[in-house]
């Protein structure tokens, strides 16, 4: 089956600084991968994904993503952090049998 | 484009009694998939419906079930509740449910059991 491994629980980060939120994976064929966010009380909101091609990915909000298939790693990246990306943020990974198996997450506190 | 709507928001029910959470779908999503979060468990997926058949299934007991209806909205039931199924219940719609592509979440229903 396919993983996700999330090895921090938190990162903290002043505003300004580029945050950056770690993801390796673990699977067998073509990865699909993704990440999530969530803030308090709210479901998860997609911020980008990698299928193939290109192993710098873009999405939302300024986030990007650098796909490495040497290090089976998938970091979530922001140049400049902002008071207002503190949430909490997962990474996931599409099985063969279509369902996202998710990391335990990390939260990101972005300090003014 | 309304996004994915999960009705009720909350819910608090007693141990043994049994409840049916809503979910409907982005317009022209044919695939919903439910997931269960915990502060202790995470993330754990449900199972997942596309074009009214169920595909896939996670590790639950038999006292969660779901369907989906003919205009993919997609309801689960969890029947003797127990204090272990607190959760935020989470459903997430996508347009065809193949392997590349995303799934958009509803803010999710919050269930407590007391």
């Not at chain 2, 982005?26 to 058949?53: A, C, D, K, M, N």
Request: glycine share 10%.
């Amino acid at each position: 089956a396919q993983s996700v491994a999330q090895p921090e629980d938190q990162v903290n980060v002043a505003e300004g600084n580029p945050l950056t939120v770690k993801c390796t994976y673990s699977v067998s064929g073509n990865p699909y991968l993704f990440w999530y966010v969530q803030y308090p009380n709210r479901g998860l909101q997609f911020l980008l994904k990698y299928i193939t091609g290109d192993n710098l990915v873009k999405g939302s909000y300024g986030f990007e993503a650098e796909f490495n298939k040497s290090q089976t790693s998938f970091h979530l990246k922001k140049p400049s952090a902002l008071v207002s990306d503190s949430a909490l943020y997962f990474c996931a990974v599409r099985d063969n049998d279509y369902k996202l198996s998710f990391g335990a997450g990390t939260t990101v506190t972005v300090r003014a | 484009k309304a996004g994915v709507t999960q009705t009720p928001r909350y819910l608090i029910k007693t141990r043994g009694q049994q409840v049916t959470l809503s979910c409907s779908p982005i317009s022209g999503h044919r695939s919903v998939s439910w997931y269960q979060q915990t502060p202790g468990q995470g993330l754990q997926f449900l199972f997942e419906y596309f074009s009214e058949t169920q595909r896939n299934k996670g590790n639950f007991p038999g006292r969660f079930s779901g369907r989906q209806f003919s205009n993919s909205r997609s309801e689960m039931n969890v029947s003797t509740l127990e204090l272990g199924d607190s959760a935020l219940y989470l459903c997430a719609s996508s347009l065809e449910g193949g392997l590349d592509t995303e799934a958009f979440f509803g803010q999710g229903t919050r269930l407590t059991v007391v």
